[in-house]
C-alpha cells in the first residue's frame, strides 16, 4: 500500500508509532477485510502473519474441543498474533478470530520481525502492549472468580463497546454464551435484566449500550484496568 500513510489509519498502535518505525512497516502493509467467525490465528500452528486491526473484533479463545471461553478481546487498539512472534514461541495454543467483522492491516511475520530488529523503539512499544494484553487476561480470570454473570456480562459489554463505533453491537445470545462459558438461558435473563434497568436495549442479533456508568456499576472494578494501562503506556488517542 504504497499511498497509505499514518494519519489515515484508525489503529491506535500504528498511530502511536514513531513515523520512523511506521515508515519501515508501511511498505509491507496489506488492506482486507474479514468476516464474522474467520480464523486470524490457529491454536498451535506458526504465525505467519499478523494483523493491526482497524474496525472490527477478534476474540482471543481458549481451544477445548467441548467448549470455547473467551480470554481477550483485539480491537483497534491492538495487534493480532504479535505475543508467540515478538517473545519468540512461533505459536500459541489459543484460537484469535473474528468476533465482530471490519477491516485489517496484515503483515507477514518475515517482514515484521525485521522492521522490529532494526528499531528498539518500536520493540518497546510492541512490548508494552503486550504488557496490556496481559493484565487484561489477569482481569479477565478476575472477573471470573469474583463476579456474578451480571458483573461479567456487563464488563465485557463494555470492552466491546469500546472497539466499535456508535452504541450498537451485533451479537447473538448464542454467541455471547459461548464467550462467557455459560448457558445460553443465563445469558437470556441476564440480557433481560440489564435492559429493565436501563442498562441496555436488546434487538435483534444487536445490543445497544444506553448507560455506561450503570454497566461499570456492575463490574465492581474489574473494567478499566487494562484500558488505562493502555492509555498510560501507549496513549489515549
Known amino acids: 500500500m504504497p499511498q497509505l500513510q499514518q494519519a489515515m489509519v484508525r489503529n491506535r498502535l500504528l498511530r502511536a508509532m514513531a513515523p520512523e518505525d511506521f515508515a519501515r512497516l508501511q511498505p509491507h502493509l496489506e488492506f482486507a477485510a474479514v468476516q464474522i467467525r474467520e480464523p486470524m490465528v490457529l ?3 506458526p504465525v505467519e502473519a499478523l494483523f493491526f486491526v482497524e474496525s472490527g473484533m477478534v ?6 474441543e467441548d467448549t470455547q471461553i ?3 478481546l483485539i480491537g483497534r487498539e491492538g495487534l493480532v498474533g504479535v505475543s508467540p512472534v515478538l517473545l519468540c514461541v512461533d505459536r500459541t495454543p489459543h484460537l484469535h478470530f473474528v468476533q465482530i467483522a ?8 518475515d517482514a515484521f520481525c525485521d522492521a522490529v530488529a532494526r528499531s528498539e523503539s518500536l520493540r518497546r512499544l510492541l512490548l508494552r502492549y503486550i504488557h496490556t494484553l496481559m493484565v487484561q487476561a489477569a482481569q479477565t480470570a478476575h472477573a471470573h472468580a469474583a463476579l456474578g454473570l451480571e458483573g461479567r456480562l456487563a464488563r465485557w459489554l463494555l470492552m466491546c463497546h469500546d472497539r466499535v463505533d456508535g452504541d450498537e453491537l451485533t451479537l447473538t445470545h ?32 444487536r445490543i445497544e ?11 465492581n472494578g474489574s473494567y478499566g ?3 488505562a494501562e493502555y492509555d498510560r503506556l501507549i496513549g489515549s488517542a
Not at 59 to 64: D, E, F, G, L, Q
Not at 102 to 109: A, D, F, K, Q, W
Not at 188 to 204: F, P, S, V
Open 43 to 45: 491454536p498451535d500452528r
Open 59 to 64: 476474540s482471543v479463545c481458549t481451544a477445548h
Open 70 to 72: 473467551e480470554v481477550g
Open 102 to 109: 471490519g477491516e485489517v492491516l496484515g503483515i507477514g511475520r
Open 174 to 205: 448464542e454467541f455471547l454464551s459461548m464467550m462467557l462459558g455459560v448457558q445460553r438461558a443465563g445469558v437470556t435473563l441476564t440480557i433481560q435484566n440489564l435492559e429493565g434497568a436501563g442498562r441496555i436495549r436488546a434487538k435483534r442479533r
Open 209 to 219: 449500550v444506553l448507560d455506561r456508568d450503570k454497566l461499570k456499576a456492575l463490574t
Open 225 to 227: 484496568v487494562p484500558e
